[in-house]
Each structure stands twice: as structure tokens, then as C-alpha cells.
């Protein structure tokens, strides 16, 4: 049982994954062959039924017309007299009757056979079969090839086709039944016109079924092609939503950490601001706050010299402080770089950084003109390569700094590399302000950021394609 189960089961899943024309075919080729077959059985089995009927009625016509004046009053006749037997045998055996009919009986109504060409069968009674017991009741009955009754064992062994016809033999002046006439008549053209209309019959159905059911399968194909087609496209459009799904996701992901970090990496920012002006400008402040209490300037002892370098230590120290304070300031707010070509950007940096550090850069910019890029890029670039640079001076001494800018179309690359001694890249903590922070600023905007560095020197590069974003 759980073989023949599993066995199903598997017909079935094969069934499942062929295509819908492959399942019409064979499924409609099945339901067509069967149809094709009951149609056609039936159509031949009608055509036979009436070629034989129209035949027998034919024949039975001309036999009774023949030898019924022949019969004597059958209703008072039990037997037939030697006259009218040979009668009978001169009229079955010569002309057209001798060469149509093989044999020829004479049945009474308790099945005793009256008269036969057989001789041997006269007066033999034989249980009355269902076409003798038909023949009674008025109807002409015929049968083509169906020699199976016990009298017809002679009829049997001449192995020809025959018509059996049994026909009532009706009196005249009152049309009953006195008895029946059971005739054999070679049916060799009525076989060859038989087999001509079963051909016949057989190809005009096979042709129609054949048409109808190419025309269906013209359509299902088609359709199935079509659904086949648009399966396809539905997969693969579900597939890249499937993707776009995945990398929306992991974009959002992305972009929240990104908030996370931000939001930390402005954190540490002000408290490094804060730290910038406690131990710079506030204790210099400070300072000078206390030398105006000291007792040089609030004594009345004090002479006007020592007031004098008093107040020029309290001014040094106020000047240093504001002089951090710019500092301070000019790293935090940027330039009007919103109106700037990408190259004018690059040299104020540069710039910038040299004035500010005192330390030469070499500065090279690719000859092809590059493409638009929106304000935000532009503030990417600017603070790559002012946090790029600071990081070359402050570790590397700013030995050998160069900036090098290059563009393919709209994609932009700018390397900044140094001659210092280098450091580990993998010990950088992930909490930092500076690498932590270009990383995260280049890849907010969908770019990529590289670091290398060796005993030789350190190398840092952005990759930005302006093609993914609007201009702001």
C-alpha cells in the first residue's frame, strides 16, 4: 500500500512539472483517442446496421416475391409435399436465386424446419433463437458474418461471408405470420462495401478529431508559450525585487549604523572641541585673569614699569588665546566651496593646509575636465583631504604629501599619500574621529574608502561615482 501511495505520489509530482501544453497534450491526446474510437464505433456500427438492414430488405423483397407463390397454406400445412419441394429446389438452385443464396430454411413456429437445401436438416426442431423469435413478430432480421446458431454448422464451414436473413412469410389476405424464411446470401460485395465504409467513416472522424484537436493544441501551445514566457519575466522580476529587497535592507542597516556613528562621532567631536578650549584658550584666559588680580596691577606700590610688562603679559596671553580660538573656528566652518569647480576645492584645501601647517603638498589634478558634482560631494572632498593631510603632518612629520585626483567620466578618485613610516591599519579603533569618520562620510554618499599603508609610507583614496545621486 505504501509502495503503490509513494508510487502515485511521485507520478503525481512528475505530472506537476511538466508544462501545461505538455500535460494538454497528453492528457487531450488520451480524451481524443477515446472519442475518436466511441465516435467512430459508432458511426461504423449505424453505417453497418443500415447497409445490412437496407440489404436484407432487398433481398428478403425479391426471395419472397420468388418462392411465395410456390408456398402452399401454410396455416393448414405442417409439412410440405414432395411437389412443392421440388419446386422449391428447382427455383434455389437456378438463376439469380442458386448463384446469390448458399442455403435457404423454412422454419415453422415450434422451430421445426420445414424445408432446407441441407437436406438432413427437414424436420429437425432447434430451440428458436432471438432473430427467429424477432422474425415472428413481423420484422425482417439480418445479421452479416454471425453464423453462431446450432443449424448453421454447414453455412460455418464455407468460411464466405454471408448475410443471414430471417423474413416473415406473411398470408396474403390477412398479412400474419404463418412462417419464417431463413435464407444465406453471399455478401461479398457487401463486405467490400462494408470495409469501404468503415474506412471511410474511420478517416473522416480520425481527420476531424485530428484538426480539432491540432487547432486546441495550436492555442494551448501558444498559451503555454506565453505563460512560460511571463513565468520567466515574473521570476526574474521576483528575483530582483528579492535583491533589491536584500540590499535595501542591508542599506538600511547601513544607514543606521551610519546614524549610530554619526551621532556617536559628533559626540566625541564636541567633547574634543570642549577638551581644545578648556586646555587652550580657557587656561590662557584663565591666566590673564589672574595676572589682572595680581598685586603689581591692584597695589599701590607697584611702579608704572612693572604695570606696564604686567598688562603685555596679561595682552600675549589674551592674544594666544584668541588666536587658538580662530584655530579652532577656521577648522570647524567651511568655506564657500558650494560655487567652486572640483579643482578650485582640491587647491583651497591645499592651500589651506599649507598656510595652517607650514608644510608643503604636491598637488596633482587629472587633465580631463571632470564631471558636475553636487555641494555634498564637494564637502566630502574637501574634508578628505583636509582630515587626510592632518593626519600625514600630525604622524608622519608631513613628509612627501601629495594629492592626486583623477576622473573616469563622472566616477572621481582622490589619493592622499605620504612618505611617513606608517601604521597599522587593522589598529585603528573603530570609535575614532578621523579614519572612522572619512570612512563613514565617503560611504553615506555610496562611495568607497581605501587605506593602505607600509614602512614606506601610508596611502588613503575615495571613490566616489556622482552618477548615483542628485545634485543638491
Partial sequence: MDITVRRLNQLRDRWNTQSLAVQFLLAGGIVSLAAMAIVGFLVTSQIEDGVTRNSAATTALYVDSVIAPILPDMRKSEVLGDTVSRALDETLSQGALGERLLSFKLWRRDGTILYAKDKGLVGKRFEPSDELEAAWTGQVVAEFNKLDDLESAGERARGQPLLEIYNPVLQPWSGEVVAVSEFYEIAGDLERSLNAARLKSWLAVAS???????????????????????????????????????????????????????????????????????????????????????????????????????????????????????????????????????????????????????????????????????????????????????????????????????????????????????????????????????????????GRFDVESSASGTRVAMHLNSEEFEPA
Avoid at 219 to 243: C, H, N, P, T, W
Avoid at 292 to 311: M, P
Avoid at 363 to 384: D, N, Q, T
Wanted: hydrophobic share 45%.
Fill in 208 to 446: 476531424v478529431v485530428v484538426a480539432f484537436f491540432g487547432l486546441l493544441s495550436l492555442i494551448v501551445f501558444r498559451g503555454s508559450r506565453m505563460i512560460d514566457a511571463q513565468r520567466r519575466s515574473l521570476k526574474e522580476r521576483v528575483g530582483e525585487l528579492s535583491e533589491l529587497l536584500t540590499l535595501n535592507r542591508q542599506l538600511r542597516l547601513r544607514v543606521q549604523r551610519a546614524s549610530q556613528r554619526t551621532a556617536a562621532l559628533n559626540e566625541r567631536l564636541l567633547r574634543k572641541i570642549g577638551a581644545d578650549l578648556h586646555d587652550g584658550p580657557a587656561q590662557l584666559v584663565a591666566l590673564a585673569a589672574l595676572r589682572l588680580d595680581s598685586e603689581i596691577l591692584t597695589g599701590a606700590t607697584a611702579t608704572d614699569e612693572a604695570r606696564a610688562r604686567e598688562l603685555a603679559a596679561v595682552r600675549a596671553s589674551l592674544d594666544d588665546a584668541m588666536r587658538e580660538i580662530r584655530g579652532i573656528c577656521s577648522g570647524l566652518v567651511l568655506p564657500h566651496i558650494e560655487a567652486l569647480e572640483l579643482s578650485a576645492v582640491l587647491r583651497l584645501a591645499v592651500a589651506e593646509h599649507e598656510q595652517r601647517t607650514g608644510s608643503a603638498v604636491d598637488l596633482s589634478l587629472s587633465s580631463e575636465a571632470p564631471g558636475a558634482f553636487s555641494p555634498s560631494e564637494k564637502i566630502c572632498v574637501y574634508r578628505f583631504v583636509q582630515e587626510a593631510l592632518n593626519n600625514a603632518f600630525r604622524h608622519a612629520g608631513g613628509v612627501g604629501q601629495t594629492v592626486v585626483q583623477c576622473t573616469n567620466g563622472r566616477r572621481l578618485v582622490v589619493e592622499v599619500t605620504d612618505k611617513g613610516g606608517g601604521f597599522d591599519p587593522a589598529g585603528v579603533r573603530p570609535d575614532g574621529l578621523g579614519l572612522a569618520g572619512l570612512r563613514e562620510r565617503i560611504e553615506s554618499l555610496g
